[in-house]
Structure formats: structure tokens, C-alpha cells
């Protein structure tokens, strides 16, 4: 969410301004445009429904791809040490869910990496 957080330091920073320096036109034009801005990305990034919009940093791709590597090896030991224990319907159900969650950490990971070749 860079560039709300961006629109709200600017916002702020002339709001400043004008405490300082007074309601000039200048000053009140500008924080208009930028409030409308803001409203305007708002309501895009709410359109979307229950989907929630992240926006990630070029920076920070080897880091997801690290902890989705973390996360992928602990519910692999986790998966593989029911498979060798007893054969109950409870720990049918557990390696089933785990083995989804395993599933979408995999489609996570083509994801970040498709991204990263885009952003590359």
C-alpha cells in the first residue's frame, strides 16, 4: 500500500503547511487533488471485493520465497511423520488438509516468482 501511504504523508505534509503558512490557494487546491486521490484509490482497492490487495517490494520477494520455503519443509516433516504413524480417519484428515495447504504454498510460490520475473 505504497502509494496511499505515500498520498497520506503528502496529505499531512501540506495540511502542515497551511497551519504554517495559511490557507493559500495554492495549498487548498492541492490538498483537494490529493484527497481525492486517496478517496479514489480507496474505493479502487475496495471494489475488489473481499479480496485484499497487497503490494510487495522487488526487496522483498527473496524473503517470501525463504519463509514459504520455512513453512513448506515444516509441514512436510509434519505430513511425513503421519504417514508413518498409526492409520486412524483423524490423521487421514490431517494429511489431506496438509497436503491442500502444501498444494496452495506451491501455487503461492509460482506466483511470487512469475511476479519477480515481471518486476525483473
Do not use: H, W
Request: glycine share 2%.
Amino acid at each position: 500500500m505504497k502509494k496511499l501511504e505515500d498520498l497520506e504523508q503528502s496529505l499531512e505534509e501540506v495540511e502542515a503547511r497551511i497551519l504554517i503558512e495559511g490557507a493559500t490557494s495554492e495549498l487548498v487546491d492541492m490538498r483537494m487533488r490529493i484527497k481525492n486521490q486517496i478517496d479514489s484509490l480507496r474505493r479502487s482497492l475496495t471494489s475488489t471485493g473481499e479480496r485484499k490487495v497487497y503490494f510487495i517490494e522487488k526487496s522483498e520477494i527473496p524473503q517470501l520465497l525463504s519463509s514459504l520455503d520455512s513453512r513448506e519443509t515444516f509441514l512436510s516433516c509434519i505430513l511425513e511423520g503421519l504417514r508413518t504413524a498409526s492409520d486412524n480417519p483423524f490423521s487421514a484428515k490431517v494429511r489431506t488438509a496438509l497436503a491442500n495447504v502444501l498444494e496452495l504454498l506451491r501455487i503461492e510460490r509460482e506466483i511470487l516468482k512469475k511476479l519477480e520475473q515481471k518486476i525483473a
